[in-house]
């Protein structure tokens, strides 16, 4: 068979080659397989060390409102009542208002009555958010069978502090003043995203809050106490989730520093180490951007690794440095529901280097994201936890190596602009006799063949666990994990979990052969936490003959560990 190439010079020609010989070799590396495999870049070993989920650190908070003492019983003389009068309703419906206490027109009522009456009031406006608004019958001299009832919305008229934390004083006031609350009726909603904002800052612990009677009738004030956070914490943590070729055996770091000016920054150190000279590390700093809650920071990685196992005979390694900027907004901020909007850039620089055919090839990316993400705690079913996100991927990837361009041109064509759509749901569901049941479901979709730091990976410690790190990549894919779990003792449960996922290679073919994967697999394992140190293992077995990219162990056991500090 003859080809022809029209006006192509013969050193194009001679890079191709020299890309398609690194191919060839790394085949020729490895045992028989029913599917062919390229070695690990730059851009795969950066995709394999973003955690799957990073969200930001959460507080928590309490609201402590006066006590009701009204507890009035339909007793007392009875007189007709004409007409109700309900004064002093500003944010409610009047109407609606009236609606609860006209039954009683027209009738011979008690004073025991009309106070009923008033708490019903009261309790329509606690129903609707006003948490320390109230309606009782005022003293009056009643004519022509005319009562009122008066409602007080209750203002809140100041705000003070008890302020143990790292962050200074006048930040937190700043945050509360930023809301707007004094001078308006007081909305529990509003109230509680107040305190959240206040303990979602680096150094600042529990907040709590609690309104106390104002100088004037329907006012109150509000006292905030703020707690200590921590001024250092972090994790380190050993485990087996690493890619086979650049160590499957890993120590991670992370240290943050809370709150180091006293405004509610944070500085995050974070490194992983493999036992196969993977080397990662990364800076990132972040803080408030004004004061309802918006965050913005900026980023420094950069890794370095050497394939090992069957690719060692390429001498190959390589570089990935990132640099970013990103922020965040809590467009939702409640005690059992939240959403944030985020978005970032990125820098990419990726190298990789063969020294078997003194190969080198250097790559750019520019990225951008935009995400939205939230949670809902509810009582359905005995109580649940769920979550989402939606993102959002633009970039463009600029090959500056020319056998490389020559290459990515004849084949998957990923230079260029791209984008993609990531989707993510989980549940955690209460059930009957102790179990819980937990789903997890994520996919991507893209408009084009991707570089291999944006595909999306289906096999894994967080994929489906009977198949190694790296099985199962392509542009578009999906996944779902399936979990029962039990308490065995206090700390520790015992799942059962099924997995399955699919990864469609290139979106858009452009060799010959199968051009997906389905994985399945289940298996059981144990998670636990004793103080402050954790564990996590499981085995799994993979379901059916789905053909692998490398020699695999079967069953597969994964295990992880730490301390958080």
């Given at each position: 068979?003859?080809?022809?190439?029209?006006?192509?010079?013969?050193?194009?020609?001679?890079?191709?080659?020299?890309?398609v010989?690194?191919?060839?070799?790394?085949?020729?590396?490895?045992?028989?397989?029913?599917?062919?495999?390229?070695p690990?870049?730059?851009?795969?070993?950066?995709?394999?060390?973003?955690?799957?989920?990073?969200?930001?650190?959460?507080?928590?908070?309490?609201?402590?409102?006066?006590?009701?003492?009204?507890?009035?019983?339909?007793?007392?003389?009875r007189?007709?009542?004409?007409?109700?009068?309900?004064?002093?309703?500003?944010?409610?419906?009047?109407?609606?208002?009236?609606?609860?206490?006209?039954?009683?027109?027209?009738?011979?009522?008690?004073?025991?009555?009309?106070?009923?009456?008033?708490?019903?009031?009261?309790?329509?406006?606690?129903?609707?958010?006003?948490?320390?608004?109230?309606?009782?019958?005022?003293?009056?001299?009643?004519?022509?069978?005319?009562?009122?009832?008066?409602?007080?919305?209750?203002?809140?008229?100041?705000?003070?502090?008890?302020?143990r934390s790292?962050?200074?004083?006048?930040?937190?006031?700043?945050?509360?003043?930023?809301?707007?609350?004094?001078?308006?009726?007081?909305?529990?909603?509003?109230?509680?995203?107040?305190?959240?904002?206040?303990s979602?800052?680096?150094?600042?612990?529990?907040?709590s809050g609690?309104?106390?009677?104002?100088?004037?009738?329907?006012?109150?004030?509000?006292?905030?106490?703020?707690?200590?956070?921590?001024?250092?914490?972090?994790?380190?943590?050993?485990?087996?989730?690493?890619?086979r070729?650049?160590g499957?055996?890993?120590?991670?770091?992370?240290?943050?520093?809370?709150?180091?000016?006293?405004?509610?920054?944070r500085?995050?150190?974070?490194?992983?180490?493999?036992?196969?000279?993977?080397?990662?590390?990364?800076?990132?700093?972040?803080?408030?951007?004004?004061?309802?809650?918006?965050?913005?920071?900026?980023?420094?990685?950069?890794?370095?690794?050497?394939?090992?196992?069957?690719?060692?005979?390429?001498?190959?390694?390589?570089?990935?440095?990132?640099a970013?900027?990103?922020a965040?907004?809590?467009?939702?901020?409640?005690?059992?529901?939240?959403?944030?909007?985020?978005?970032?850039?990125?820098?990419?620089?990726?190298?990789?280097?063969?020294?078997?055919?003194?190969?080198?090839?250097?790559k750019?990316?520019?990225?951008?994201t935009?995400?939205?993400?939230g949670?809902?705690?509810?009582?359905?079913?005995?109580?649940?936890?769920?979550?989402?996100?939606?993102?959002?991927?633009?970039?463009?990837?600029?090959?500056?190596?020319?056998?490389?361009?020559?290459?990515?041109?004849?084949?998957?064509?990923?230079?260029?602009?791209?984008?993609?759509?990531?989707?993510?749901?989980?549940?955690?569901?209460?059930?009957?006799?102790?179990?819980?049941?937990?789903?997890?479901?994520?996919?991507?979709?893209?408009?084009?063949?991707?570089?291999?730091s944006?595909?999306?990976?289906?096999?894994?410690?967080?994929?489906?666990?009977?198949?190694?790190?790296?099985?199962?990549?392509?542009?578009?894919?999906?996944?779902?994990?399936?979990e029962?779990?039990?308490?065995?003792?206090?700390?520790?449960?015992?799942?059962?979990?099924?997995d399955?996922?699919?990864?469609?290679?290139?979106?858009?073919?452009?060799?010959?052969?199968?051009?997906?994967?389905?994985?399945?697999?289940?298996?059981?394992?144990?998670?636990?936490?004793?103080?402050?140190?954790?564990?996590?293992?499981?085995?799994?077995?993979?379901?059916?003959?789905?053909p692998?990219?490398?020699?695999?162990r079967?069953?597969?056991?994964?295990?992880?560990?730490?301390?958080?500090?």
């Amino acid at each position: 068979m003859s080809h022809s190439f029209s006006a192509a010079p013969s050193a194009t020609l001679s890079r191709v080659g020299r890309a398609v010989l690194v191919t060839l070799a790394a085949a020729a590396a490895l045992p028989a397989l029913a599917q062919p495999v390229a070695p690990p870049d730059a851009g795969q070993v950066l995709r394999e060390l973003r955690p799957p989920i990073d969200v930001p650190p959460r507080g928590s908070a309490t609201l402590t409102v006066p006590a009701d003492t009204d507890t009035s019983a339909d007793i007392g003389q009875r007189f007709l009542v004409r007409q109700i009068r309900v004064d002093g309703v500003r944010e409610l419906n009047a109407a609606e208002v009236h609606a609860l206490v006209a039954p009683l027109e027209g009738t011979q009522a008690s004073l025991g009555a009309l106070r009923q009456g008033a708490q019903r009031i009261t309790q329509f406006y606690r129903q609707h958010g006003y948490i320390v608004a109230r309606a009782f019958v005022p003293a009056q001299q009643v004519a022509d069978g005319v009562v009122t009832i008066t409602v007080l919305e209750s203002e809140l008229t100041a705000f003070s502090f008890d302020n143990r934390s790292q962050v200074r004083t006048d930040v937190l006031a700043g945050f509360v003043e930023a809301q707007g609350l004094v001078g308006k009726p007081i909305v529990a909603d509003a109230m509680d995203r107040t305190l959240l904002l206040l303990s979602d800052l680096p150094g600042v612990g529990n907040v709590s809050g609690n309104l106390k009677p104002g100088a004037r009738v329907g006012t109150s004030d509000l006292v905030v106490e703020a707690e200590p956070g921590k001024r250092v914490d972090g994790d380190l943590s050993l485990d087996n989730h690493g890619n086979r070729y650049t160590g499957q055996n890993r120590a991670n770091a992370r240290v943050t520093f809370n709150s180091l000016t006293g405004i509610g920054d944070r500085l995050d150190l974070r490194g992983t180490a493999s036992d196969q000279d993977l080397l990662s590390g990364r800076i990132a700093y972040d803080l408030p951007l004004g004061r309802n809650g918006l965050r913005g920071g900026v980023a420094l990685s950069t890794t370095r690794y050497e394939l090992g196992r069957e690719f060692a005979n390429l001498d190959a390694s390589g570089t990935a440095n990132t640099a970013s900027a990103y922020a965040s907004w809590p467009l939702l901020r409640g005690l059992n529901q939240n959403v944030w909007l985020a978005g970032s850039v990125e820098a990419r620089n990726l190298r990789d280097r063969v020294g078997l055919t003194s190969s080198q090839t250097d790559k750019k990316a520019r990225v951008g994201t935009l995400e939205a993400y939230g949670d809902l705690a509810d009582a359905l079913g005995g109580g649940g936890y769920s979550t989402w996100r939606v993102a959002a991927t633009a970039g463009r990837l600029d090959i500056d190596t020319p056998a490389a361009a020559a290459f990515d041109a004849a084949g998957p064509r990923a230079a260029g602009g791209y984008s993609k759509l990531q989707l993510g749901a989980s549940r955690l569901q209460a059930l009957p006799a102790g179990f819980t049941f937990a789903v997890q479901a994520s996919g991507q979709m893209a408009r084009k063949n991707l570089d291999s730091s944006e595909k999306f990976v289906v096999g894994g410690a967080y994929g489906v666990r009977a198949y190694p790190q790296g099985e199962g990549v392509g542009d578009d894919g999906w996944l779902l994990n399936l979990e029962l779990r039990h308490d065995v003792v206090p700390g520790v449960q015992a799942m059962v979990f099924y997995d399955a996922g699919g990864a469609r290679f290139s979106h858009d073919p452009y060799a010959a052969g199968r051009n997906h994967q389905t994985l399945r697999g289940y298996g059981v394992g144990l998670q636990g936490q004793w103080k402050d140190f954790y564990a996590r293992t499981s085995i799994a077995w993979r379901e059916g003959d789905a053909p692998l990219t490398a020699p695999d162990r079967r069953p597969r056991l994964w295990l992880a560990g730490g301390w958080r500090f």
